[in-house]
């Protein structure tokens, strides 16, 4: 049994889903309007970025204890008046990371290293860092060798 009339919702029938044109367009904008909503939906829900700014920079009063720096270590590769050469490639850098975290003792607020580097003529640092030489010479060979 034949019939001319049919059942299907083919598109190309014209009474299927997107048979007319006006039909096909509506979801789609449909869903365009829906991303569009929710996209400014999420931007007015964000909480704005946090600016930050540095603490304001207050001078400290004459006879402030907190008055003098905090300690910051160094980077001096180089020590004047120190021989870094007859060490072994270990024992020199563990010698110069010594000498670099090392408060100065004649209380210039440095590292050793640095205030050799800065004040040549330091008999306190000179010592020092003498001393540091001799017991990373006597302290025999490098580790792991």
């Known amino acids: 049994m034949s019939s001319n009339v049919s059942n299907s919702n083919s598109p190309a029938d014209g009474n299927g889903a997107c048979g007319a044109a006006a039909n096909c367009t509506r979801p789609r904008r449909l869903v365009g309007l829906l991303l569009i909503l929710l996209s400014v939906l999420v931007w ?10 540095p603490a304001p920079v207050k001078t400290l009063p004459p006879g402030c204890p907190y008055r003098v720096a905090d300690f910051v270590p160094s980077d001096v590769t180089e020590v004047p008046g120190i021989d870094l050469g007859t060490l072994p490639p ?8 010594r000498l670099n975290m090392e408060p100065c003792p004649c209380g210039c607020n440095t590292s050793v290293a640095a205030c050799l580097a800065q004040h040549r003529t330091c008999s306190e640092c000179q010592d020092l860092a003498r001393k540091m030489l001799a017991e990373e010479r006597a302290s025999g060979p490098p580790a792991g060798k």
Do not use: D, M, Y
């Open 44 to 53: 007015a829900i964000s909480p704005g970025r946090t600016r930050f700014a």
């Open 90 to 97: 270990v024992r020199r850098n563990h010698l110069l990371f």
